[in-house]
């Protein structure tokens, strides 16, 4: 059974930082590539930020800059990094296996101004 299990989220000021992190289970967890998602309240989900089994990343232009996606495949999971958080960052943050639709429970980000 796939199974993936978000933390790290919370309340935090504009500015502040914050680290996601989501580790999988019941997967080849090293070849498959892990996306970040986000919905805010109203809103569509909307894609974050992505890493492949190689390392490589993309990022949503809101965010570049300030996120970084990593992942250790030693420990089946994937963070996300958050820095210079913003209001507009608030939201409920999913992990999900790329190409698969399997997603974590979400974690939620909120930032207050």
């Known amino acids: 059974q796939v199974q993936l299990v978000e933390s790290g989220g919370g309340l935090v000021q504009a500015g502040g930082s914050l680290r996601l992190s989501c580790v999988a289970s019941g997967i080849a967890f090293s070849i498959n590539a892990m996306g970040w998602y986000r919905q805010a309240p109203g809103k569509q989900r909307e894609m974050v930020a992505i890493i492949t089994s190689v390392g490589s990343t993309n990022y949503a232009s809101s965010v570049k800059g300030r996120f970084t996606i990593s992942r250790d495949n030693a420990k089946n999971t994937v963070y996300l990094q958050m820095n210079s958080l913003k209001p507009e960052d608030t939201a409920v943050y999913y992990c999900?296996?790329?190409?698969?639709?399997?997603w974590g429970q979400g974690t939620q980000v909120t930032v207050s101004s």
């Open positions: 999900t296996i790329m190409g698969r639709n399997v």
